[in-house]
């Protein structure tokens, strides 16, 4: 059974930094696509970023791109989210997830192992 455990999250400043690690344990992930979603407080679960199997191919929401870029090691099954810029609109419970095919995609009917979530605060 695989598992997602999500760090790095805490409190910044809007302008500075995070980077959130997703590790995994049980079976390797290196064959999958992955993606990061966030929830705000009150709101819905919210695609992020997503890349391939291979790293060659990487989505992003929108308002989130040239700030935000994720990254794997597929040797050592983990997925990361460097978050720079970060703004107060950035604040949520940031997900990690598997997909069930080898490409990114942006629906999260599309993924089908979930992390725990790490908060993400970013004060103005």
């Known amino acids: 059974q695989v598992q997602l455990v999500e760090s790095g999250g805490g409190l910044v400043q809007a302008g500075g930094s995070l980077r959130l690690s997703c590790s995994t344990s049980?079976?390797?992930?290196?064959?999958?696509?992955m993606g990061w979603f966030r929830q705000a407080s009150g709101q819905e679960r919210e695609f992020v970023a997503a890349?391939?199997?291979?790293?060659?191919?990487?989505y992003y929401k929108a308002s989130v791109k040239g700030r935000f870029t994720i990254s794997r090691d597929r040797a050592k099954n983990m997925v990361y989210l460097q978050m720079n810029s970060l703004k107060p609109e950035d604040t949520a419970v940031y997900y990690c997830?598997?997909?069930?095919?080898?490409?990114?995609?942006?629906?999260?009917?599309?993924?089908?192992?979930w992390g725990q979530g790490t908060q993400v605060t970013v004060s103005s």
């Open positions: 049980g079976r390797a992930l290196s064959a999958y696509g």
């Open positions: 997830a598997k997909a069930q095919g080898t490409g990114p995609t942006t629906a999260d009917r599309d993924y089908d192992v």
């Open positions: 890349i391939s199997w291979n790293a060659f191919s990487t």
